[in-house]
């Protein structure tokens, strides 16, 4: 099971950072920035989102104690985010699977160390 809920945080870190690119860019570990498409995409809602999949990253990698402080940033992205929900619905829902993700990961992890 756990190595599912991982396989699953990098599929969201992916689209994580798919979302702050333009959707034909093949280059979506690249900052966007640099994209001529990708810069005009650019705002807010993209930096949250280049965040998100940041911390991701290492997230299954991590420790119970580190991952309840990543599980706490994601949290108030998601909580920013969910505020305008209407305006941005893709990475409201993308942030809040990842909550429930990291949070799976943890009570996962937490009971393998007992």
């Not at 999949?53 to 994601?74: A, K």
Request: hydrophobic share 35%; glycine share 2%; net charge negative.
């Amino acid at each position: 099971m756990i190595e599912a809920i991982k396989e699953e945080l990098i599929k969201q870190r992916e689209k994580l950072i798919q979302y702050c690119h333009d959707e034909e860019c093949d280059s979506i570990y690249l900052c966007p920035q640099g994209h001529e498409k990708c810069k005009k995409k650019l705002g807010l809602d993209t930096a949250i989102a280049w965040v998100a999949g940041h911390i991701l990253s290492s997230v299954p990698y991590q420790t119970p104690e580190t991952l309840r402080d990543n599980f706490h940033t994601l949290l108030y992205l998601y909580e920013i985010v969910r505020l305008h929900k209407d305006q941005y619905p893709v990475l409201t829902q993308l942030l809040r699977d990842t909550v429930h993700l990291v949070d799976y990961l943890i009570s996962w992890k937490s009971t393998e160390r007992r």
